[in-house]
């Protein structure tokens, strides 16, 4: 009889442990990004309160978001998000809102709200880094170096293949860039018939020349093979397989486009205290810090750009390689979401329509 | 027999005294229902796996909730927005001047958007069709509790573009349940401030244009598979056994190999620096300047669907030609025939159920296929269905998609019914 209690204890007090140790499940891009946050977010977090974190990836984790959350049977916990996902995602009430007093101060004492770049804090999302969507170009195949935005849109000096984003964003601001608008002005022009009549008209020059990619590991792989010899890519990717992969891309930061990706909380999702405190515990100072020794994509926060040191093979400095150092922002736009929210819809179309043509 | 037999019939009975007829209806319903029981959970599969998903989907392409009503979706409370502005609509016919009391609508309706946060929802469904609206909405909503009369004046005065009768006449669309909208936007088309049907400009005109291009491609793909299977199959189906089950392996190891790796491999084959292209510049038949464009455009997405669907085309056409026995072909030679006459007139006419098979399924296959035109389409070899991915997938517009597959296969239905009265869906056999 004693012996039945003991072992009824033994088992209970193991189901109550069992249920205290928790879990969540976080979605991002995969790939050398998903890397950068197991890394940098996922491990110190367990090792300091000893929730599991689960990470699965998407092409886009804010499609499987909208379909969770609509079908009613949530299992995601956090989720990495663009810009103008985020601010959708939020206005159709798909995602729990932040309380943004659970974000911790910056080393200093600054408060998280003067701590973050401005947009980085929305009310259903904290940002954890700044990518940009750059050209880079293939050192080996390019007799003369390109060294403006100018340059890829000119066939005639630099002949050969351009890889581009098949998507309206980014591609059209580029053309305007391509052709001398100054970054300052990109969106007002945009915002007119004119404006997206002369983006177009730019990429008439060089239809013939585009090979369109999709996923962000395409570029690094079409320069690599030559089938291209520049290409629009994320920063990052380029910087992967330059530094790691030892191939030999450059990146050319005139005419790059900023944008964020933030944290999301899908709403009801089923552990959303302890994905809160991940989401604070992630995007402090030095996390944010940490995550830039492993890619090349600029902290959210003011404060951890002091704090960026070398890549994690423990020689390259990694300062200059952010999108965000003061030398790569001479001439960069940033990604203006309220515009594109609005104009997704009737872009795409007509982009895709002049695709078809 | 006596007479009274005769004039009232006798009716057959059973051994236990029933009419014989009862007690075989009896029987009958009896093994009706136990026949029904073990489809039944068959039947209840299907329901659950497929109609009912498919069937709430293609409902999203007609329903048109977002402007009606909002959902939290952490009680799944819906609650009903723009309700006045609704009214308002009933109660004032298209081309009626949009006045003060319209505006008086809007206003109270503006301040429910605010309180229910739902006005970039709101704003959403209408940007779909109206460019500029999302923010139009937010925008408005924010100062919904500053509005006072005269309304008209206080809400132009936040954005003139509240003036537009275009965007009057996408919201009165819009506030009702069902609309015609996503179906009018997947065929180019949309309905202007009076309601009347317009082509959209033509700088946005798509879809048509790659429903027909689906259509041609997926038509083109099933020709060149039938020309290249048809003498394969010939050859299976006469060789003998055992040297045709070796050659079979060829037909099917890429059958089970992955879609991808086989899209993939086309890809390494025909790009520009590919293995193709390399062999033509080294053999000097080609300048390296002048490399053939095989991929990222219509001729790679032809090429690499031909040879994705070629199984399903080889497969019944053998399945078809293996039983035809060869002493009608002798049999016709020996009249005098010639062999082509022979194949025209004999052997051909037999294989007819197996490429009325083949097609079918080539076609459809064709007609819905994503990845590889994806994959190597480039620009101008997309297919429909790549738009239906689009608006899953990146405008998130799930409406449109909807209505563009609820479109795609209606014409598959159509297709196959113009099919089944010119060749006769009896006359097909797949295996």
């Known amino acids: 009889m004693k012996l039945k209690t003991a072992l009824l204890a033994t088992a209970l007090t193991s189901v109550a442990a069992a249920a205290t140790a928790q879990e969540i499940t976080v979605m991002s891009w995969g790939g050398a990004y998903t890397k950068s946050q197991v890394e940098a977010y996922h491990k110190p977090f367990t090792a300091e309160t000893g929730i599991v974190v689960n990470s699965v990836d998407a092409d886009n984790p804010a499609t499987p978001i909208k379909a969770q959350v609509e079908a009613g049977n949530v299992s995601i916990d956090v989720a990495d998000v663009e810009f103008s996902d985020a601010v959708r995602l939020c206005d159709e009430g798909l995602l729990e809102e932040m309380d943004l007093s659970m974000l911790p101060a910056a080393p200093d004492g600054t408060a998280a709200e003067d701590d973050f770049i401005e947009g980085a804090l929305q009310d259903c999302a904290v940002g954890n880094i700044v990518w940009s969507t750059v050209m880079a170009y293939n050192t080996s195949n390019n007799p003369t170096a390109p060294d403006s935005i100018d340059d890829f849109f000119n066939t005639a000096d630099f002949p050969g293949k351009r890889g581009l984003r098949k998507s309206a964003k980014a591609t059209l601001e580029m053309a305007l860039m391509g052709d001398g608008v100054a970054a300052a002005d990109v969106y007002d022009l945009l915002e007119t018939d004119e404006g997206v009549d002369r983006a177009f008209a730019v990429l008439d020059r060089i239809k013939d020349d585009i090979v369109w990619w999709e996923a962000g590991a395409q570029p690094p792989q079409l320069l690599a093979d030559g089938e291209v010899v520049m290409s629009t890519a994320y920063n990052g990717r380029i910087f992967n397989a330059a530094v790691a992969e030892g191939q030999p891309l450059e990146v050319v930061w005139d005419g790059q486009i900023l944008d964020f990706d933030l944290w999301v909380v899908p709403k009801g999702a089923p552990n959303a205290e302890a994905a809160m405190k991940f989401v604070a515990y992630s995007t402090d100072t030095q996390r944010l810090a940490d995550q830039a020794s492993w890619i090349s994509y600029g902290p959210a926060r003011k404060s951890s750009g002091a704090m960026v040191g070398l890549y994690s093979d423990g020689k390259t400095e990694m300062a200059p390689h952010m999108p965000t150092a003061a030398a790569n922002l001479g001439n960069a736009l940033v990604n203006n979401f309220e515009f594109w929210v609005d104009k997704d819809a009737e872009l795409n179309e007509r982009f895709n329509a002049w695709l078809a043509n | ?431």
Request: charged residues 15%; neutral net charge; aromatic residues 10%.
């Open chain 2, 1 to 431: 027999m006596t007479a009274s037999d005769t004039d009232t019939p006798q009716m057959l009975q059973t051994v236990d005294g029933k009419p014989l007829k009862q007690a075989l209806i009896a029987a009958q319903a009896r093994n009706k229902r136990r026949a029904f029981l073990l489809v039944l959970p068959l039947l209840v599969f299907i329901l659950v796996t497929f109609v009912a998903p498919i069937g709430q989907l293609l409902l999203k392409s007609a329903n048109n909730s977002g402007f009606v009503e909002t959902e939290d979706f952490s009680t799944n409370i819906k609650t009903p927005i723009m309700t006045n502005l609704a009214q308002w609509f009933r109660d004032n016919p298209h081309g009626a001047e949009i006045d003060e009391s319209a505006y008086a609508a809007l206003a109270a309706d503006m301040l429910v958007l605010k309180e229910e946060r739902a006005a970039g929802q709101a704003g959403t469904r209408i940007n779909y069709e109206l460019s500029g609206s999302r923010s139009l909405f937010t925008k408005t909503a924010r100062k919904a509790n500053k509005l006072e009369p005269p309304y008209k004046e206080a809400i132009i005065d936040i954005d003139e573009d509240w003036d537009d009768p275009a965007l009057w006449g996408v919201m009165r669309s819009a506030s009702s349940e069902w609309t015609d909208s996503f179906y009018l936007a997947a065929v180019d088309r949309y309905r202007d401030a009076n309601g009347d049907v317009q082509n959209v400009n033509e700088n946005r005109q798509i879809y048509v244009k790659l429903f027909g291009r689906t259509l041609i491609l997926s038509l083109l793909v099933t020709f060149f598979t039938f020309l290249l299977a048809y003498p394969v199959a010939h050859l299976l189906a006469t060789l003998p056994l055992a040297k045709s089950n070796l050659l079979m392996i060829f037909v099917l190891l890429p059958f089970w190999t992955s879609l991808l790796v086989r899209t993939t491999s086309w890809m390494i084959l025909l790009q520009s620096q590919g293995v193709v292209n390399d062999a033509l510049v080294g053999m000097g038949l080609l300048g390296d300047d002048n490399r053939i464009q095989m991929m990222y455009n219509q001729t790679g997405t032809v090429i690499a669907m031909t040879h994705i669907l070629l199984p399903f085309m080889i497969l019944p056409l053998y399945s078809v030609m293996r039983p035809i026995n060869p002493s009608y072909v002798r049999a016709a030679r020996s009249l005098g025939a010639t062999s082509w006459t022979a194949f025209r007139r004999i052997y051909f006419p037999q294989t007819v159920p197996g490429i009325a098979a083949g097609a079918l399924l080539v076609f459809i296959l064709a007609v819905g296929y994503y990845i590889t035109p994806a994959l190597v389409g480039g620009a101008d070899g997309q297919l429909i269905s790549n738009l239906i991915a689009f608006h899953m997938q990146k405008s998130l517009n799930w409406s449109l998609a909807a209505a563009l597959a609820a479109l795609l296969l209606g014409g598959i239905l159509a297709l196959y019914w113009v099919y089944d009265r010119l060749i006769g869906i009896d006359n097909l056999k797949l295996g």
